[in-house]
Every structure is written in structure tokens, then in C-alpha cells.
């Protein structure tokens, strides 16, 4: 069964940085892209930001210039570089695996917290 494994959250002040990352127990040919979401109390779960197998990124607009999102050598780990973090950043970032058979799964979910 493949498996998310989450890290990196915590609780950081605003204009601080923190890396999320995501590696996944599957072979990287498997992979199709790899996602981040986030979800903040009371509010729909939002994309940050998305990576095909090729490493082609794609941002929402309230990350694009802070966030960076990359993978490793392997692809079977994906990072999300989150610079510049504003209170409104406050959520639990999931990652999210879509294969090549177009099913997903879902990490287990880090919480970052922004304090003002």
C-alpha cells in the first residue's frame, strides 16, 4: 500500500520560513505529479501548489513568489519551501500522490501555524 509520510510543519512567526516535505513509497514511474493542499480552520481545502514527474510547478496566486515547490533526485519526495509566511498562511498542509492509474492518496497532514 503506498504511504504519504509528512514533515516540517511547526509554528514559525510572520517573514519566517519552514520546508514541508512528503515522500512517498512508491516507485517514481509511478508517479503522475505530486501536490500540496492546505486547510484552515473552518475553510475549504485550498492547492498550494503542484509538480508534474517532469518538474513542471504550478502556484496558487496567494503563494506565487514565497512558495517553492521541488522534489528530490529520487521525485519520490516532494519539498514545499514556504518563505516570507504570513498569518493567513495558518493551516494543515496535506500532500497528495497522483499516479499514473489516476488514483490519489493522501498525507497524514502537517500543521503550520503563523503567529503575527
Known amino acids: 500500500q503506498v504511504q504519504l509520510v509528512e514533515s516540517g510543519g511547526g509554528l514559525v512567526q510572520a517573514g519566517g520560513s519552514l520546508r514541508l516535505s512528503c515522500t512517498a513509497s512508491i516507485s517514481r514511474f509511478s508517479i503522475s505529479r505530486m501536490v500540496w493542499y492546505r486547510q484552515a480552520p473552518e475553510k475549504q481545502r485550498e492547492l498550494v501548489a503542484t509538480i508534474t514527474r517532469a518538474g513542471s510547478p504550478n502556484y496558487a496566486d496567494s503563494v506565487k513568489d514565497r512558495f517553492t515547490i521541488s522534489t528530490d533526485n529520487s521525485k519520490r519526495t516532494v519539498y514545499l519551501q514556504m518563505n516570507n509566511l504570513k498569518p493567513e498562511d495558518t493551516a494543515v498542509y496535506y500532500c497528495?500522490?497522483?499516479?499514473?492509474?489516476?488514483?490519489?492518496?493522501w498525507g497524514q497532514g502537517t500543521q503550520v501555524t503563523v503567529s503575527s
Open positions: 497528495q500522490l497522483d499516479d499514473i492509474g489516476g488514483n490519489s492518496r
